[in-house]
């Protein structure tokens, strides 16, 4: 067992507080590991500190982040119920629910700064192992949460199993299906984006009928109106029992800052640097992320990538920070040759540049793409016109081929994208040019649907369902059923299985599996089974 890192001599809260500057800042120190007692006491806040419960991410063959934020009254309208000052948190892993076999502990500071949120990063574990883990602030302690380490490259793993989900608006109903996918037995969970809506709550809480406070009604424009999103959303029972169980590996889209926006431009309020500067630190705040991805004036490093031995590599995109205004025009519109333009970009040339020469290098046999909006094309009008969604990878066609151009060129082995966004089912081949008939399919795409988005209603079946025929490449289509995705994966296939609920009204509603697909080693394209 490892035992707390001692800080230095003479170390208090006032020199700690003073050497404070800046939100990175904020965030290195808010990984020091302290004495018991190194802060100044404070009067303790009434009432139950982890009403968000705790999470873990970002699995390593030696570590892990965990996650969890103070918050006694999370829905108070500054502050969560927290004094305006740092206090301690302990923690720690152990080899057993009970925890008993303890392997790592320390305790480290909760910024009122960051929220009073906490990312720890045990290191120094065995790789492929189960672990769990538990906080404690002044005497009360958290629900223990249950993670597990990525096997090492050169551990010889014969499967991985996985979940993936996204579009989980909180008003448009339950998070029935996190209640099954809680169940499964998985490695981990992947969230693609739109944990959060920008918008306002309605007054009687939409779909669930469960009555909000005023200050919950007006949209996300504050960093306080951010953390009261967040504090909402994890606040379901669901959705907790779901981060505690897996590891989870996050990434967002656009709801999580406002609608369809492009780097700090969006269509309805031009400059939006700082509403997302807001939007950013709230989502670091709440998330299970590493300390590389704190937010600085400039960006916020999201882009990664996660190995689980030489089975399966994870690029996990950022496809909004980077991302230049659609050349053609926002949202739905006809393509035009200034899409074509080399210089325009989805990623931005530095993000561009680390996935492409990672895929180049990967030796892993099942290299996946966590990516926010769809790859393939979606033709909206067959040979009468050349409508697209310009928000989605159609709108970047150059930067496309690009990343399509790099599966082909370096021989990437069975390239796979997950995505998100699109509240609907996709299964798609992803063909090296959708400008020209006869190219060859060269990886596969998983589209999948919202977690509650939509709720239970009828919208995108009939839209898009017309558009199918004019889209040989997508093997399959579904456009109004709520749920995840679970992926397993071995050194013979990948087995997508589409999870469903029956509907997002209840809490407690039935799920089941909708369809199944393979993808066989080495056979790019996609089968029903």
């Keep these: 067992m490892t035992e707390p890192i001692q800080p230095s001599e003479g170390w208090n809260r006032r020199r700690f507080v003073g050497a404070m500057s800046g939100i990175a800042g904020l965030a290195a120190l808010a990984q020091v590991s302290l004495e018991r007692g190194a802060l100044a006491a ?67 500071a909760a910024l009122p700064e960051l929220a009073h949120s906490v990312h720890v990063e045990p290191e ?15 005497g009360e302690v958290s629900p223990v949460g249950r993670t597990r380490t990525a096997p090492a490259k050169r551990d010889r793993v014969s499967s991985l199993s996985f979940a993936f989900a996204s579009c989980q608006h909180w008003a448009n109903g339950y998070y029935s299906a996190y209640r099954h996918l809680a169940e499964e037995d998985l490695d981990l969970v992947v969230h693609l984006g739109d944990y959060v809506y920008e918008t306002g709550i309605p007054a009687d809480g939409g779909y669930r009928r469960t009555p909000v406070p005023e200050h919950l009604r007006e949209d996300c424009q504050t960093l306080d109106r951010w953390r009261l999103q967040y504090a909402l959303y994890k606040s379901d029972p669901d959705l907790q029992r779901a981060h505690a169980r897996f590891p989870w590996i996050v990434t967002w889209d656009d709801h999580e800052v406002q609608n369809d926006y492009a780097g700090v431009t969006s269509q309805q309020q031009g400059d939006i640097r700082q509403m997302r500067a807001a939007a950013y630190q709230a989502y670091y705040e709440h998330q299970p992320l590493r300390r590389s991805s704190i937010p600085t004036d400039d960006e916020m490093r999201l882009y990664r990538r996660l190995t689980y ?28 040759d200034a899409a074509y333009d080399p210089s325009v970009t989805m990623l931005g040339r530095e993000q561009e540049s680390w996935l492409l020469n990672g895929l180049a290098a990967s030796r892993s046999q099942w290299n996946i793409l966590a990516n926010n909006v769809m790859m393939g094309r979606l033709d909206h009008d067959g040979p009468s016109g050349d409508v697209l969604w310009h928000d989605a990878w159609d709108g970047f066609p150059a930067a496309r081929k690009r990343v399509t151009d790099r599966f082909a060129d370096a021989q990437v082995r069975n390239p796979v994208i997950i995505t998100g966004d699109w509240h609907s089912t996709f299964v798609n081949d992803i063909k090296r040019d959708f400008d020209d008939p006869d190219s060859p399919v060269i990886a596969t795409e998983f589209v999948g649907t919202s977690i509650s988005t939509n709720g239970d209603d009828t919208v995108y079946g009939p839209y898009y369902g017309p558009m199918i025929r004019h889209n040989e490449h997508i093997r399959f289509f579904d456009g109004d059923r709520r749920g995840y995705v679970k992926c397993t994966v071995d050194r013979e296939q990948w087995r997508t299985d589409l999870r469903m609920v029956t509907t997002v009204g209840r809490s407690d509603a039935p799920a089941y599996t909708h369809a199944s697909f393979v993808v066989e080693d080495g056979i790019p394209g996609t089968q029903a089974v």
Excluded: I
């Design 124 to 138: 120094g574990l065995l790789p492929d192992r189960e672990y769990w883990y538990q906080f404690r602030y002044r």
């Design 42 to 108: 404070s009067a303790q806040s009434a009432g139950y500190p982890f009403t968000l419960g705790v999470a873990s991410g970002d699995p390593q063959p030696d570590g892990f982040v965990l996650w969890t934020r103070l918050a006694p009254h999370p829905l108070a309208p500054t502050g969560g119920g927290m004094p305006p000052k740092a206090v301690a948190v302990e923690w720690k892993v152990a080899t057993d629910p009970a925890m008993k076999r303890v392997v790592r502990q320390g305790t480290t």
């Design 309 to 336: 031995s030489d089975l399966a590599q994870f690029n996990v995109l950022d496809g909004r920070q980077y991302r230049d205004t659609p050349p053609c025009g926002w949202g739905e519109a006809p393509a035009c």
